[in-house]
């Protein structure tokens, strides 16, 4: 995928440069005489760094002319994985002579005499694997160097709340849908029976946030518990079941437990409890499965609630049939009550791009018309206004801004509202700092709604030598919480 390549090739390349420059200035260098070529190699690959911002950005062409540069990107990618190879393996030696008696290691495979023979050969066959890439960037495909985008000035950074603290974001443009949610939770006459409230609205739109709005307000304090699932795509009754019995009673042992285990404690817990249950992201369209859902849910005082935020309106309307639904024991609430959720408008889009991209006394005026211009081109989609937002706090200049507003990204997708929000952030991942792109690309490999430590997640990420430092991590995690591609759950948080 246009942008990925040049992400990935450009972090490597940047590890690549901090190696060179710190073996540039190690005795181990000086000892085994190839300085130079270690000075040498690091400023290729900072030259090659200003070629790989012309071929990130001609890459994002469609057809045929892109994926020329996106080739190249992968050529220069694996050469840089060879570079940082060789390096490893001169760190790996150095570590060994240092740890080991002499005669063992003239004995070994490490030999001092054969790597210092051998070493300068390698670094040899590195500078011109790197020379052959560059000519061909150069003289084939006409790169040309660039300059690394300039961020604008910045008042006040933003910090991440501490963990376990819940992070509260603003609804901008939907506090009328919030009021209605409330209501209905709160209706007297909704007392007869357990409701299921549904949210329906495109990826994107603000499902989730308004949800954690209302679960954070003060006026749901009335129910016993309150619990926010997030459902994954793949849907799994058992692990649902799991969630929600855990959250309401952390010492029993879900180990081995077959699905009549869960709804013999479920009716336990739930029985003489009001509860409001959040179940986000729900997919699942079969009747029969919508069914047992319910069926596990059915159990709880009268005037217990279910919030259940989905993409697809038939989920909902499936959720209005069943038995259950026409016995009135557990159904949705009347159609006029489920919250559609739309775009936002123009001005509503600005009001929450501007919030992240200035402080409370940032003069904007001069880059107000440009920014109102990219926000049209977020399609009223709080997400993408949050995450360019994000990244035009860190490029405050009226070219970078412009840059961004003519921007195109094509990734060849036919059905327009999935196109247009997936290529809006595909533009905010490729304006992402460089120094985050691999952290963030790492968090690929963890399901939707996973929850981890946020030091065990930079310590992978410092051992992956993606990170320097921890305070370079929690830079990153906050940056990715700026953009909502991540976020701090609240203590009623439940991930399945």
């Not at 030259?47 to 990107?73: K, T």
């Not at 009226?398 to 509202?417: F, P, S, T």
């Not at 247009?420 to 792109?437: A, I, Q």
């Not at 963030?440 to 993606?466: E, S, V």
């Amino acid at each position: 995928m246009s942008g990925v390549g040049g992400a990935i090739a450009s972090a490597v390349g940047k590890q690549v440069v901090s190696k060179l420059g710190r073996f540039a200035a190690e005795e181990i260098t000086l000892q085994w005489r190839f300085r130079e070529d270690v000075l040498d190699m690091a400023e290729k690959m900072n030259d090659m760094e200003a070629l790989l911002l012309d071929a990130d950005d001609r890459s994002r062409r469609v057809g045929e002319g892109g994926r020329v540069f996106q080739r190249w990107l992968t050529k220069f990618q694996g050469v840089a994985y060879d570079v940082k190879d060789v390096l490893n393996e001169l760190d790996a030696d150095e570590l060994i002579r240092k740890s080991q008696s002499k005669t063992k290691v003239w004995f070994s495979r490490n030999n001092q005499l054969f790597q210092r023979i051998n070493m300068p050969h390698k670094m040899k066959n590195m500078r011109k694997k790197i020379d052959e890439i560059e000519k061909e960037g150069k003289r084939k495909l006409n790169l040309v160097p660039q300059e690394a985008r300039a961020e604008g000035s910045r008042n006040n950074e933003t910090f991440a709340a501490n963990n376990g603290e819940s992070m509260i974001t603003e609804t901008v443009g939907r506090e009328i849908e919030k009021v209605k949610i409330i209501r209905v939770l709160l209706a007297s006459e909704a007392n007869q029976d357990i409701s299921i409230i549904p949210i329906v609205g495109l990826g994107g739109i603000g499902k989730t946030t308004l949800v954690e709005s209302v679960l954070a307000d003060k006026w749901v304090t009335v129910f016993d518990v309150s619990l926010f699932v997030s459902v994954s795509k793949s849907f799994d009754l058992r692990k649902i079941g799991c969630a929600i019995l855990k959250r309401m009673n952390s010492s029993i042992n879900l180990g081995n437990c077959n699905l009549q285990f869960l709804l013999d404690n479920r009716k336990k817990e739930l029985d003489n409890r009001k509860y409001l249950i959040v179940l986000d992201d729900l997919w699942e369209e079969d009747g029969y499965t919508l069914e047992e859902l319910k069926r596990m849910l059915k159990y709880g005082c009268k005037g217990s609630r279910i919030v259940v935020t989905t993409r697809n309106l038939s989920v909902a309307q499936r959720l209005r049939t069943g038995s259950l639904a026409n016995e009135r024991k557990i159904c949705p609430v009347p159609e006029s009550d489920q919250i559609d959720l739309g775009v936002l408008s123009s001005d509503e889009c600005w009001k929450l791009m501007k919030q992240k991209a200035f402080g409370p006394d940032d003069d904007h005026h001069s880059l107000e018309q440009i920014g109102r211009q990219i926000a049209e081109k977020c399609g009223g989609l709080p997400l993408m206004e949050n995450s360019l937002g994000q990244v035009m706090s860190e490029l405050r200049t009226v070219r970078a801004w412009e840059d961004i507003r003519d921007a195109k990204v094509d990734l060849g997708l036919r059905e327009q509202h999935q196109k247009k929000t997936l290529e809006g952030l595909m533009l905010s991942y490729y304006y992402m700092k460089p120094d985050f792109k691999m952290c963030f690309t790492y968090l690929a490999a963890f399901p939707k709604g996973f929850i981890m430590d946020g030091n065990r997640l930079i310590q992978q990420w410092k051992a992956l030598g993606y990170i320097c430092s921890e305070h370079d991590g929690q830079r990153c995690i906050n940056y990715l919480l700026g953009m909502s591609f991540l976020q701090i759950p609240n203590s009623s948080l439940v991930s399945i």
